[in-house]
């Protein structure tokens, strides 16, 4: 359900895998200590259902799937490791819409063979990657915390990042990325005019509506595009996509933190404070780019879409913590993005395979330099210390970046399709024809339950 994560490559879809990692993506193409020192792989044995290791060669060649993306980062890999035989091979990394990997996986377990080793894609890939394609066959994707990766590995991502990864009590995937959402806005012109940042939601209505006021045409956020429900109904913790049991799904748009959020923004689409015109939708960055004042976004809109799209001057984007309710305490926001990285249960050689996607997401040595957040907590560190992650904002972006990653609502399940398929069929065609997300809350729901059960989950509201 989750984009896969560059920019988006954005989320989605995408990457990639949503529409949110095809945004990052899109966005791309505009600019288009680690916790424990042993890090590599162990034992190719496993104890998990199902999985059976294949013969172990050591020093066999490994075969890698990898997006354009994230093409650099392993050719820099085999680079640093010679010794490693690797074939690598560039294709879509699990875009929105694209089922090539799913396809590829279900004809090799039908041929018993030509599986990769190791490949790139984004957290719905997990959902069928962790399952048998068919009756007596293996999952593909190996479960990572059984005797491959180190629990102080595993322990050492953000919080809830790894969450699209586990299923059954296992995890079937490392992180690369992650998106998490923020509050960005022009510090240049909320400092002109004597503006607080808001810390709550109620606050941010408030200014909202004053700026509609004071300063009309200037806007501090949009609905309009293909994954802004992961910003605001994501962060707003309603239970849109929460799989209470593993083939149940529990989607219920009329609990109060979802029509709250709904009320709070309908009051300011009313003002004209928000938009229904989507920050990606064209001519928006033309005509309208330089009259956002805050936007509530993931971590990459400071370079993709203030920075690409909007082409503010450097020094006069800030980023402020994820906003809360009044009298809430529980900070949580949203995800727009983040691929991940998978070892084929069927590798002859689980250990290269391994310390590559380990390499890959955990190494400040490709991480420092990636498109987006590393989900691996040193590595984000590291990422900031990067003047060219770092230096074209006004301030330090790391506090609020770093709450955020830990922020993340782990209420927003990974499921068997795609989150924003519903919102761009249902809700923003509803909104561009002047209805409220108030009144198209009940058709949104219908048309999620209706997507959940032809995917073969169980749909309830409780």
């Known amino acids: 359900m989750r984009s896969s994560g560059s920019p988006r490559a954005a989320r989605r879809r995408a990457v990639v895998r949503t ?18 020192a042993d890090t590599s792989p162990q034992s190719a044995s496993s104890d998990a259902p199902g999985f059976k290791p294949a013969a172990q060669k050591d020093g066999a060649q490994i ?39 799913q396809s590829k996986v279900q004809l090799f377990d039908r041929t018993g063979n030509g599986w990769p080793d190791v ?3 984004s957290p719905t890939d997990v959902t069928w990657a962790s399952r048998p394609t068919k009756p007596g066959a293996t999952p593909f994707a190996a479960p990572l915390d059984d005797k491959l ?60 509506e004053r700026v509609a006021k004071e300063h009309p045409g200037y806007l501090v956020g949009s609905v309009g595009d293909t994954n802004s429900h992961e910003s605001y109904f994501w962060s707003g913790q ?29 009051s300011l689409i009313s003002a004209k404070a928000v938009t229904t015109k989507g920050f990606f939708s064209q001519g928006f960055a033309k005509d309208s780019g330089d009259k956002v004042l805050m936007a509530y976004g993931p971590s990459w809109y400071g370079q993709y879409l203030f920075k690409a799209a909007f082409k503010a001057p450097a020094k006069q984007i800030a980023a402020a913590p994820p906003l809360t309710w009044q009298g809430e305490s529980t900070v949580a926001t949203g995800n727009v993005g983040g691929g991940v990285w998978m070892v084929s249960s069927h590798s002859a050689n689980l250990k290269a395979s391994t310390d590559l996607v380990t390499w890959l997401t955990t190494s400040d040595e490709n991480q420092a330099g990636a498109p987006t957040y590393p989900a691996y907590t040193k590595a984000a560190d ?10 074209y904002f006004a301030g ?19 499921t068997r399709f795609s989150d ?27 048309e999620i339950a209706n997507e959940a059960k032809s995917q073969g989950y169980k749909v309830t509201t409780r």
């Not at 945004?23 to 791309?28: D, F």
């Not at 590291?382 to 230096?391: D, E, F, I, R, V």
């Not at 519903?422 to 909104?431: E, R, T, Y």
């Open 420 to 446: 924003a398929t519903a919102w761009s069929s249902i809700v923003l065609p509803a909104l561009t024809a002047g209805k409220s997300l108030t009144e198209t809350l009940p058709a949104w729901q219908q």
């Open 396 to 414: 330090d972006v790391g506090p609020a970046f770093r709450e955020a990653a830990d922020a993340v609502w782990t209420g927003w399940s990974n």
């Open 19 to 36: 529409a949110a990692a095809a945004l990052s993506l899109a966005a791309a193409a505009v600019l288009t200590g680690c916790a424990s």
């Open 238 to 266: 309603c239970p849109a996509f929460d799989l209470v049991k593993p083939d149940t799904l529990r989607t219920d748009l009329q609990d109060p933190k979802c029509t709250r959020t709904a009320k709070l923004l309908d």
């Open 63 to 101: 075969t890698v799937w990898a997006d354009s993306t994230r093409l650099p980062s392993v050719q820099a890999y085999q680079k640093a490791h010679p010794d490693v035989k690797m074939k690598v091979v560039t294709y879509d990394g699990g875009a929105d819409g694209s089922t090539y990997l």
């Open 119 to 121: 490949v790139f894609g």
């Open 382 to 391: 590291a990422w900031l210390a990067n003047p060219a992650n770092s230096g």
């Open 149 to 208: 990766v180190p629990q102080a590995t595993l322990d050492g991502f953000a919080k809830g990042s790894l969450e699209p990864c586990r299923f059954d009590g296992h995890t079937y995937c490392l992180r690369n990325d992650i998106a998490q959402v923020v509050l960005w806005y022009n510090k240049s012109l909320m400092d002109k005019w004597g503006y607080q940042v808001p810390t709550t939601w109620e606050e941010y209505q408030a200014l909202g």
